[in-house]
Nanobody, 122 residues
Framework: QVQLVESGGGLVPAGASLRLSCAVSGRTFSGYTAGWFRQAPGKEREFVARITGSTTDYADFVKGRFTISRDNAKNTVYLQMSSLNPEDTAVYSC?????????????????WGQGTQVTVSS
């Protein structure tokens, strides 16, 4: 049974930083794609970032502010977020996919975490 557990969310003021973690258990992946998505109230889930091996991609609205990374030894994926603003408020979820061709599409991913709330106050 594959499980993804996110942590690190919280309430922070605008301009602050947070680091989200996603611990993957139940299987060790060597070449999987890990992605971060977010969903704000009343909005659709949207792509934030992905990492495959050492290749990363970001949504335009987080470029230069967020960094995705992974620690294969710990089977953990991270999302370092800086210069947060109220528009970043959302539930952030990590996902893992074995064969991802379109990394910005949620349907491409096989497993999802439960999500962690990030709230940025103005």
């Amino acid at each position: 049974q594959v499980q993804l557990v996110e942590s690190g969310g919280g309430l922070v003021p605008a301009g602050a930083s947070l680091r989200l973690s996603c611990a993957v258990s139940g299987r060790t992946f060597s070449g999987y794609t890990a992605g971060w998505f977010r969903q704000a109230p009343g909005k659709e889930r949207e792509f934030v970032a992905r990492i495959t091996g050492s290749t990363t991609d970001y949504a335009d609205f987080v470029k230069g502010r967020f960094t995705i990374s992974r620690d294969n030894a710990k089977n953990t994926v991270y999302l370092q977020m800086s210069s947060l603003n109220p528009e970043d408020t959302a539930v952030y979820s990590c996902a893992v996919g074995l064969f991802v061709s379109a990394y910005d599409r949620p349907g491409q991913y096989n497993w999802w975490g439960q999500g962690t709330q990030v709230t940025v106050s103005s």
